[in-house]
């Protein structure tokens, strides 16, 4: 009946060369089905086949068909991919390649993408970060310990003004950036252009008070001829930084921006929003490590990865995998079968936002978990301050010093009064 073709495409015990992609799936057949059969039918559906035996095989193509070369008793698939398979430069056609028609198969109930390794030709046909965490070190001159950026809260219905003023005390309380949240871009009672004003007249008057250097990670998220406009606005105002939520805008919008970023000299601030819907469940769907690693190939310099004490659900494993592939030049998975060595060729590294649900009392616990080389994004927990969102700064600051200090917080906390005020509301909860 012509579904023998399958079989062809599966290879126990080949051997992937380095110049081929690796995915790693985790499969579970239908009923009826084996993980062969299913297997069979990955690597047949994300390169050179189809439902049938084929008349119009060329020598040519039968070379580049995909081998399905490990099947293990748990369902983890593995499938070696010419990279002639792959158009160079181009998510979108990975997206449709390797994670496209196969989730939709009949013959596979469920269907997780684990990880992908790229091979050096692939990994070099794209810019990568512009910035990374030395450029955007460079651009606040903070070395020595974590970026800090706040979400002004209530994330929508504020005004302009009501927003401008919100961002000055932000960041005259001592926060390095004031962000804008996944769901703000230009609305009815606030447009992107008079936030942006009142913006960076806050940023002015905090720049002149403390002598840092602040900036704005402006959600430019839109269609993308108006992100483009709205980039180059924010070029324009003198702000080094734009936000785009990465999923819901696709890859090929990102890769436009990313080159058009380096151009104006922003750095890009990489929000997840949307990925749960596709990367919660365990054994369906794509998981968010995977995606991290595609955004560092398509050039985000920071993007949110989640944290060890936050509200989002979390595997720490995972977490930390994910916080190493994106900031080491080659991330080695030890005993973890799941995943695949991934070398980065000179790919400038990620800068990790660690966000939801953070505040001073569980700082500590976060750095002692994901270093300083992260960006702490804290909303609810500086604009939730009793005295106000300067002062929830400020504890945030003061946290970040009795840590570096070798201080207990509640001993600092003592003589330090936004810090003892934000310990006496939130002590040291996870929120869930």
């Known amino acids: 009946m012509g579904f023998e073709w399958y079989e062809e495409f599966v290879k126990e015990g080949y051997i992937p060369s380095d110049n081929e992609l690796i995915a790693v799936f985790k499969v579970k057949p239908a009923e009826g ?19 049938t035996t084929l008349s119009t095989l060329t020598p040519k193509a039968r070379e580049i068909m995909a081998k399905a070369y490990y099947l293990s008793k748990d369902g983890l698939v593995k499938v070696a991919y010419p990279i002639e398979l792959f158009e160079l430069g181009s998510i979108p056609q990975l997206f449709s390649s390797v994670l496209g028609n196969i989730f939709g198969m009949k013959a596979i109930d469920k269907l997780r993408v684990l990880d992908i390794r790229f091979p050096e030709k692939y990994v070099r046909s ?23 950026a706040t ?62 250097r602040k ?19 924010v070029a324009d105002y003198g702000n080094g930084f734009i936000m785009v939520d990465i999923l819901t805008t696709g890859f090929a919008a990102l890769q436009t ?10 750095a890009i601030h990489a929000h997840r929003a949307f990925h749960a819907a596709f990367t919660r469940l365990s054994e369906h769907g794509v998981t968010f490590y995977l995606i991290a690693k595609i955004a560092r190939l398509a050039g985000v310099d920071h993007i949110h990865i989640g944290t060890n004490v936050g509200k989002m659900e979390t595997d720490l494993k995972e977490l930390r995998a994910t916080e190493e592939v994106i900031t080491k030049e080659e991330f080695e998975p030890g005993d973890d079968i799941t995943k695949v060595r991934q070398k980065w060729y000179g790919l400038k590294p990620v800068f990790p936002v660690a966000s939801g649900g953070l505040h001073p009392g569980v700082l500590p616990e976060l750095i002692d978990f ?13 604009t939730g301050h009793p005295d106000g969102p300067m002062a929830g700064g400020k504890a945030v600051r003061q ?34």
């Open 126 to 148: 794209f810019k990568g970060p512009s910035h990374g965490i030395k450029g955007v070190r460079e651009k606040l001159k903070v070395y020595k310990r974590p970026v800090l």
């Open 370 to 382: 994901m270093g300083s080389d992260i960006i702490i994004q804290v909303g609810g927990g500086v």
């Open 215 to 233: 900036g704005w990670l402006a959600n430019i998220t839109a269609e993308t001829n108006e992100m483009i406009k709205r980039l180059k606005l």
């Open 33 to 51: 089905q084996t993980l062969k059969d299913a297997a069979g039918r990955i690597a047949s559906e994300s390169s050179v086949g189809t439902w």
């Open 257 to 266: 921006i990313r080159n058009l970023a380096e151009d104006y000299g922003l």
């Open 399 to 432: 946290a970040l010093e009795a840590y570096y200090s070798g201080t207990p917080l509640e001993e600092y906390a003592m003589t330090h009064k936004e810090l003892r005020k934000a310990m006496e509301k939130w002590g040291k909860i996870r929120p869930e």
């Open 151 to 212: 979400v002004p809260k209530p994330k929508v219905g504020m005004t302009p003004e009501e927003y401008g003023k919100a961002a000055y005390e932000i960041l005259a309380g001592g926060m390095d950036l004031v962000k804008d949240d996944e769901n703000l871009t230009s609305l009815p009672f606030c447009k992107f252009e008079d936030r942006a004003k009142a913006v960076m007249k806050a940023i002015d008057k905090a720049e002149k008070e403390t002598g840092e």
